[in-house]
């Protein structure tokens, strides 16, 4: 567990561009980055000098278009990419722990989740098992899906998986009760969302009135 603390710190620290990259879901590369970031520059740049107003909101303009828009495009694009794997996490849970109880080794099960989930879900574990292929363990496969997912739940299955390759133990239980937790975690968060929206929404009319 230490040692999983510590890596979760060093992950922490060096959140890169390409990670940001990789974690929205955009297969392109940084220079291409880049490039966009310079386009949508010059188009709120532009627009401001056409239509006669002053320089500096043009600059202004320029800059929230180059270095702004394109991280909050990013950051939007990993937030709602995360926001659809939680959905759908404990029900690939669930099918890994019926595969397991059905007498399926671990790999199989994830090929299973692989095949039969939408993305993002099905494409993260078609990942950890093609890397199967190559000489990837499985605890290694996951902990490269935290990098790519960089979500609590996800790192509780590699946790887990981390746990029981080193002690042994029913493994399909462990799943199950990962799945409740996870199940609960996501009635939590939408009972706290539910909480908030309605003191706003009383903010917001007091505020009116």
């Known amino acids: 567990l230490k040692q999983i603390e510590e890596r979760e710190k060093q992950r922490k620290k060096k959140l890169t561009l390409r990670m940001l990259l ?20 010059l188009f709120f740049a532009i627009p401001p000098l056409v239509f006669g107003i002053p320089w500096y909101v043009s600059v202004l ?20 990419r995360q926001n659809v ?14 595969g397991l109880k059905a007498g399926l080794p671990v790999s199989d099960a994830m090929k299973v989740i692989a095949a039969e989930s939408g ?5 993260e574990f078609l990942e950890v098992v093609e890397g ?7 605890d290694q496969g996951i902990d490269r899906m ?13 946790i887990v998986m981390a746990i ?27 009972k706290i969302r539910a909480i908030s929206q309605e003191a706003k929404s009383s903010a917001m009319i007091i505020g009116a009135m």
């Open 22 to 41: 990789m974690q929205s879901g955009l297969d392109i590369s940084v220079n291409v980055f880049w490039m966009f970031s310079l386009l949508t520059g």
């Open 61 to 80: 303009g320029g800059i929230v278009g180059f270095l702004g828009f394109p991280r909050w495009v990013i950051n939007f694009l990993r937030k709602r």
């Open 85 to 98: 794997f939680i959905n759908d996490f404990a029900d690939a849970i669930d099918v890994m722990v019926r």
């Open 119 to 123: 993305p993002p879900v099905g494409p």
């Open 132 to 138: 199967q292929r190559v000489g990837i363990t499985i």
């Open 146 to 158: 935290v990098d790519r997912m960089p979500l609590p739940e996800v790192n509780f299955l590699g």
């Open 164 to 190: 029981q390759s080193k002690t042994g133990g029913n493994l399909s239980e462990a799943l199950g009760n990962l799945s409740r937790v996870l199940r609960d975690r996501k009635k939590m968060k939408s």
